[in-house]
């Protein structure tokens, strides 16, 4: 997989995505432009997802830290659950580290989400925290960049 700039192709398509159940809070009620720091992740042929850096990645109340890359991401639904999670993310931090040069990822992710948790535990980060938001509770997961 690799991450490249977001086309306005795949921002229509990643608007249109419907993402079942509880995972509906993340459907995506907007068209992302690549101003807003949003890429595409793609395998060769097809846009599996997108990816955010910095600001965009934050909730509310988690405050930028020097040498630390926040990551945000969301997969394609229809891709969701079929053990493409840490191929998907690990792209996505091989693009930071390129990208941003960073010391340490941060993640936020809902509590509820244990697929995306137990993806990020298998990629090496360990929970710091957990801060509240509107949509639910976040837990902070984070990992040094390994060299």
Do not use: H
């Not at 229509?12 to 995972?23: F, K, T, V």
């Not at 907007?30 to 060769?44: I, L």
């Not at 948790?117 to 980060?125: C, M, Q, S």
Request: glycine letters at 10%.
């Amino acid at each position: 997989m690799e991450v490249r700039p977001l086309a306005d192709a795949d921002a229509l398509a990643i608007s249109a995505w419907q993402y079942p159940g509880r995972d509906s809070t993340y459907d995506v009620n907007e068209v992302f432009t690549s101003e807003q720091g949003v890429w595409a992740v793609d395998d060769g042929s097809k846009l599996v997802g997108y990816c955010c850096f910095g600001p965009e990645a934050r909730v509310p109340g988690i405050d930028e830290e020097e040498g630390t890359v926040d990551v945000g991401y969301g997969m394609a639904p229809d891709l969701v659950g079929r053990g493409l999670g840490r191929s998907f993310v690990a792209a996505i931090l091989d693009f930071a580290v390129a990208e941003f040069s960073p010391q340490r990822f941060r993640l936020l992710i809902l509590s509820w989400n244990q697929r995306s948790l137990k993806v990020a535990e298998a990629l090496g980060f360990e929970q710091e925290g957990v801060t509240p938001s509107v949509e639910g509770d976040f837990v902070i997961m984070v990992r040094p960049v390994f060299t």
